[in-house]
């Protein structure tokens, strides 16, 4: 089995109150495992099975949609863990902080922008910061387990930071209020791991 399931960097509760653990337990060990689990089958006994996580992402028009669905969720979440943290918060620090500013104007701004993408994306799918070939950064979204390493999902750059804006994320503590789970989001994104992406 090629892949498996990251371990947290933290505890369940670690993100309270912003994400309450009954929520993070079920994402990471019921979801996120479904996609590890879902993805090693689809990929057993194929050609696919020697490739990397990122390798699949690049030629995604080339596998099936249930490693795209699988693999995409694997890749976002396997992201998405290392950019909560429980000493996180705004605003954005060192490199991308700059982009940021540079880009968007204020960190103010930048977050309205974040907001709007991710309110806004119909559906179950991600919001996306991505650092571009000039260093600039970009707001995009896509849907459904989908992310900007697949050159088909019309978010263009390099991923550095993504929200997870499916209801399984948000629902056991804001049911339908996805502003509310947006907001506290804020509160907790690792700036430092974000640059360490901006930086790779
Ligand atoms: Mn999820």
């Not at 690049?58 to 290392?82: D, E, L, Q, Y």
């Not at 996180?88 to 620090?93: N, R, V």
């Not at 991505?130 to 600039?136: F, H, W």
Request: aromatic share 12%.
């Amino acid at each position: 089995m090629p892949f498996e399931l990251p371990k947290l960097p933290y505890a369940y509760d670690a993100l309270e109150p912003s994400i309450d653990a009954q929520t993070m337990e079920i994402h990471h060990s019921k979801h996120h495992q479904a996609y590890v689990t879902n993805l090693n089958n689809a990929v057993a006994g194929t050609d696919l099975e020697a490739m990397s996580l990122e390798d699949l992402m690049a030629n995604i028009a080339k596998v099936p949609p249930v490693v795209r669905n699988n693999g995409g969720g694997h890749w976002n979440h396997s992201m998405f863990w290392t950019i909560l943290g429980p000493n996180g918060g705004g605003p954005a620090t060192g490199a991308v902080g700059e982009a940021i500013t540079k880009t968007f104007g204020s960190y103010d701004k930048f977050k309205e922008e974040f907001t709007k993408a991710a309110t806004t994306r119909f559906g179950s799918g991600w919001a996306w910061l991505c650092k571009q070939t000039d260093g600039s950064v970009q707001i995009c979204s896509t849907p459904n387990q989908d992310n900007p390493l697949m050159p088909d999902a019309g978010c263009k750059g390099h991923p550095v930071l993504g929200l997870d804006v499916w209801e399984h994320a948000y629902y056991l503590k804001y049911q339908n209020r996805r502003p509310d789970y947006i907001a506290a989001f804020f509160n907790l994104v690792n700036w430092d791991e974000v640059n360490r992406r901006f930086n790779d």
